[in-house]
Each structure stands twice: as structure tokens, then as C-alpha cells.
């Protein structure tokens, strides 16, 4: 997640430099990058994550899923040729780009950027009037396949559990009876039916589409999924001593990290009412008290941060477990595939 500094571009090494990443001291004092360490940098962006990472001694393995931030990132490829690799492809796959014998450090970023959402074309956001798309790679099911095919069954559960969203109901059946006659294009079009069907409050901090669009990127994206396959990747990925750091935007991506490291701490499990307890060696040892989240200082100049958290763990020599989605328990929602067009 990016902020956008404002007054310009700015040149950098490796090119223009149009944002910073939320809690970089904090993303660096848990990683410890250095001279002669590998750092996996999952969630590319706009490089800002990596290029503190270069100018502390390291070299950096950087993966992105958006292929306008893979074409962005080519000067600083240059810029720092032999230290640097760019990588089109998602970070649920990191563990195919470790070296041999693993790497020293893994940082994700989870959500949007600022700079997808500056973005029209990407339809990310109703602030700005594009098409209803959403897809951070380009490719696939659009939200716009999603809002115009999928169930109204799918849709209340997608709104409700992806989105929080209390209304997810009135909104679906909305939608069902919109769609019938014209279907969705546009990202101000959807926000705009939602704001009739659920209109905004005096005391409402968010615009009333807020959570639907959020939801349906989450969707589009599979950022959960992503995300699950990624922390089991990096657990196959990092050598011993390697550090595992997390940021999250969103209660749900949180959730799923916490419930992943308390999974691999080794505490004993088991029920209660069970005498049977299973002792299993931990994997992950925590960095820090656990949680940190923004600065007041951090939060104020930049209001993207204020919901961001960070979550850090430093691998063990034990073997990595099994890739057991249960620990998470995620809700099945709507086969995304059967919503293409």
C-alpha cells in the first residue's frame, strides 16, 4: 500500500519515485536487511519497500502480479543491475524464486495500491469513473463478470463476508433486479445504485459503496487465497533465521496472518475435553511484542496507514508443516471461474 506524496515526480534512483510504503522503519527493523542477505520483496508496487531494502547492503528478489508495475520497475533494474530481479507473477508462487538454501527475508505488502486506484482504467475506485474491472493482473474475471452474473446468494455472501457489509442483502437483490434490464459497466454507475439503495448517513465516516468495492476486489483478486498460499510458501522458502514480515490493510488479511503464526508457534493443541494434546515443534518464533501498527505522526500525513499492521516472525530450522487451509477457516464463496464471460 502507497501513498502519494504529492507536488510532482521526483527522480530517484532507478526512476520517478510518486509514492513512499506505509511503516518502512518499522518493515526494516523487522527484516534487518544487510550486505550479502537475499529479501524477497512479494508485492513489488512502486518499488519503495525494495529500494530501501538495495540501499541497505541487500539484494532483492521482487515479485508483482500488475504488469504496469513489472514495465515501472525496469529502471530500477537497471539502476542496480546484479542486486536486483523483477518478476511478473504472483507471490503465492515465492517459494519458486528462493536460491538455493533459502532466502534471509520475505516482505508482503497485502492490498491495492495508490496507484491503482489513481488509475481510471483499473476501476478500483468510484472516485474516479472507469470501467468496472478490478483486476490487478489484467487477466481473468472482471468485477463487472462478478456484479452481472453471479447469484444473488453469491453476491450477499461476497458483499457480506469479503466487505463486512451489513446491508449485503438490499444491495444483491438491488443489483439482480438493475442488472436484468442493463447490465454494469462502469465503477460510478455500480457506486451510484448503491448510494439510492443505501443511502448515506450524516454520521457515515465512508461513501455507502465503501465495503461493496472493497469486497469485490478482495473477489476479483483472490487476496485471501493469495495470501494463505503465500505464508505457507514463505515458511518452504526461508532459510533459518529468515524473516517473515507481514503488513495488512484489512481485519480479514490480519486475521489470516495472526491465525497462521499462532498455528506455527508450536504451542499444544487440542480440545479441552480431550485428554489428548499434540506437542509440535514451532516453525516461526515471533519478532517483537506481535502487533504494530502507524504512528499518530505516520497516520497524519498519510490517512491510507491508519489501518495498516504489521506482523513478523523469524523462521526456525524445524521443517515446514503441511499446507493446511483449515486454519484459517475461510467461507467457500462463489467459484470464480463459472462468472467469466
Do not use: C, W
Not at 510532482?8 to 509514492?19: L, S
Not at 530481479?85 to 495508490?114: M, R, Y
Amino acid at each position: 500500500m502507497m501513498t502519494d506524496l504529492g507536488g510532482g515526480n521526483t527522480e530517484a534512483e532507478g526512476g520517478p519515485v510518486r509514492h513512499i510504503p506505509v511503516l518502512l522503519k518499522e518493515v526494516l527493523d523487522a527484516l534487518e536487511p544487510q550486505a550479502g542477505k537475499v529479501i524477497l520483496d512479494g508485492t513489488f508496487g512502486a518499488g519503495g519497500y525494495t529500494l530501501a531494502i538495495l540501499k541497505a547492503g541487500a539484494d532483492v528478489v521482487a515479485l508483482d502480479r500488475d504488469p504496469t508495475a513489472i514495465a515501472a520497475g525496469q529502471a530500477m533494474v537497471a539502476a542496480h543491475a546484479g542486486h536486483l530481479t523483477l518478476n511478473h507473477t504472483q507471490f503465492s508462487a515465492l517459494d519458486s524464486f528462493a536460491p538455493e538454501g533459502g532466502l534471509d527475508g520475505i516482505v508482503l505488502d497485502i492490498g491495492v495500491s495508490s496507484m491503482q486506484i489513481d488509475e481510471a482504467e483499473r476501476g478500483f475506485s468510484f472516485q474516479r469513473n472507469g470501467p468496472l474491472d478490478m483486476r490487478m493482473s489484467g487477466t481473468g474475471v472482471s468485477a463487472a463478470d462478478v456484479v452481472n452474473r453471479a447469484k444473488v446468494t453469491d453476491l450477499i455472501r461476497i458483499f457480506g463476508f469479503l466487505g463486512e457489509e451489513k446491508q449485503s442483502g438490499r444491495i444483491a437483490r438491488a443489483i439482480e433486479k438493475r442488472r436484468a434490464t442493463h447490465p454494469f459497466e462502469t465503477t460510478r454507475d455500480l457506486a451510484g445504485m448503491i448510494e439510492i439503495v443505501t443511502p448515506r448517513k450524516a454520521k457515515d465516516k465512508i461513501h455507502p459503496a465503501t465495503r461493496v468495492f472493497q469486497a469485490l476486489r478482495v473477489f476479483v483478486n483472490d487476496e485471501l487465497g493469495e495470501l494463505a498460499q503465500a505464508l505457507f510458501a514463505a515458511e518452504r522458502a526461508l532459510k533459518p533465521g529468515g524473516r517473515l514480515v507481514v503488513v495488512t490493510f484489512h481485519s480479514l488479511e490480519d486475521r489470516i496472518v495472526k491465525k497462521f503464526f499462532s498455528d506455527r508457534s508450536g504451542k499444544a493443541t487440542g480440545s479441552r475435553h480431550l485428554p489428548m494434546v499434540v506437542e509440535r515443534l514451532a516453525t516461526f518464533e515471533p519478532v517483537g511484542k506481535g502487533l504494530v501498527a502507524a504512528s499518530e505522526d505516520e497516520a497524519e500525513i498519510n490517512p491510507r496507514a491508519r489501518s495498516a499492521k504489521l506482523r513478523a516472525a523469524i523462521r526456525t530450522a524445524h521443517p515446514a508443516m503441511k499446507a493446511d487451509f483449515s486454519i484459517f477457516d475461510l467461507p467457500d464463496l462463489a467459484e470464480i471461474e463459472r462468472l467469466g464471460g
